[in-house]
Nanobody
């Protein structure tokens, strides 16, 4: 059974930091990503990382402030992905979702396309006050 569970959201002042965590279990996962959705807006990619850790992708407005990383358990059954968010801005306020791909089969593949992720977490709220 696949499970994707996020944690680490909260309320922070502008300029502050938060670290989100996501544990995906039950399968071998390839590309993993963080997406976010602000009220009235479409869900968008924030960052994504390949299984090999070698390839990452970021939304332009977060590059240099956010860092995505991951751990893969030796038995391949759990992958944990992190999103370190520094110098947060009010426009970063959104529900953040973790997403995992278990179909691509490539350890270097990373995708920003939501339809290529099969498993999603329930979301965690990040609120940045000005």
């Amino acid at each position: 059974q696949v499970q994707v569970v996020e944690s680490g959201g909260g309320l922070v002042q502008a300029g502050g930091s938060l670290k989100l965590s996501c544990a995906a279990s039950g399968r071998t996962f390839y590309s993993m990503g963080w997406f976010r959705q602000a009220p009235g807006m479409e869900r968008e990619l924030v960052a994504a990382i390949s299984r090999s850790f070698a390839v990452t992708r970021y939304k332009d407005s977060v590059e240099g402030r956010f860092t995505i990383s991951r751990d893969n358990a030796k038995n391949n059954a759990i992958s944990t992905v992190y999103l370190q968010m520094n110098n947060l801005k009010p426009e970063d306020t959104a529900v953040y979702y973790c997403a995992a791909d278990r179909r691509s089969g490539s350890i270097r593949y990373v995708t920003s396309r939501q339809e290529e992720y099969q498993d999603w977490g329930q979301g965690t709220q990040v609120t940045v006050s000005s």
